[in-house]
């Protein structure tokens, strides 16, 4: 148990679908992340908060919407995906932004996309 | 900020410590090193952090010499449960502009 919880575990969806992924975490943390993580790929940072604020938007396709309405909760909203859409995704959160600051990550919601 | 290098797979046997050397050629003065660990199908998990010399925690041992343009991340006797992939991750300890990049990372392969 690292804190960091995420649900669904798992999600099945089609290309037209409208899902959310949900992460909670119970650190007190100040700043959270969406990571992807394709088979047999790095993990690639989607998007970082920090604050609530949002800091870092790697290029992430319009199809994925970030939402953080508070420091303890954030969601990836997901809409009209695609197949290659579909691999682990992970939440992690840590007390602030800087490398001192330690992970903590979430299992990971399993995505795939018909 | 700072690449890092790290070997894409390693094997070793149960018993046996293994280190493994993470190259961060660049790595600026205000820089610190930290490794992870992930498990198929979960998250990254913490290991350890350092700025130089030698830090020993209860898992491992991570050893960076003078010039900090490496690091090595030591396991001592390996069981089966130690196979995973480990991160070597680089950057500012009080950047607010830190973006964690986690590479490809080191796949470890215990045998029995």
Redesign the interface.
């Known amino acids: 148990e690292?804190g960091?919880t995420q649900t669904p575990r798992h999600l099945v969806m089609g290309m037209t679908n409208k899902k959310s992924l949900k992460c909670e975490q119970h650190l007190g943390h100040n700043a959270m992340?969406w990571?992807k993580q394709s088979a047999k790929k790095?993990?690639e940072?989607m998007f970082?908060y920090?604050l609530e604020e949002r800091?870092?938007n790697n290029s992430v396709p319009s199809r994925f919407s970030p939402e953080c309405p508070n420091s303890s909760h954030l969601f990836l909203h997901l809409h009209t995906l695609q197949p290659e859409d579909s691999a682990?995704y992970?939440?992690?959160s840590s007390q602030?932004?800087?490398?001192?600051n330690?992970?903590?990550?979430?299992?990971?919601t399993?995505l795939s996309v018909l | 900020l700072a690449k890092t290098t790290q070997p894409i797979s390693m094997d070793s046997y149960e018993g046996q410590e293994v280190n493994i050397t993470c190259s961060h050629n660049n790595i600026a003065t205000n820089?610190?090193i930290?490794w992870?660990q992930q498990f198929p199908?979960?998250?990254?998990?913490?290991i350890i952090?350092g700025y130089k010399t030698k830090v020993t925690n209860e898992v491992a041992s991570l050893f960076i010499p003078a010039d900090r343009k490496s690091s090595t991340l030591s396991l001592p006797r390996v069981s089966l449960s130690d196979t995973a992939v480990y991160y070597c991750?680089?950057?500012?300890?009080?950047?607010?502009?830190?973006?964690?990049?986690?590479?490809?990372?080191t796949s470890l392969i215990v045998h029995p």
């Open positions: 690292t960091v992340y990571y790095p993990l940072l970082v920090s800091v870092e682990l992970l939440c992690a602030g932004q800087g490398a001192l330690i992970q903590y990550f979430g299992a990971g399993r | 820089d610190y930290t992870y199908s979960q998250g990254p998990r913490f952090q991750l680089v950057g500012d300890g009080s950047g607010g502009s830190y973006i964690p990049t986690f590479g490809r990372g």
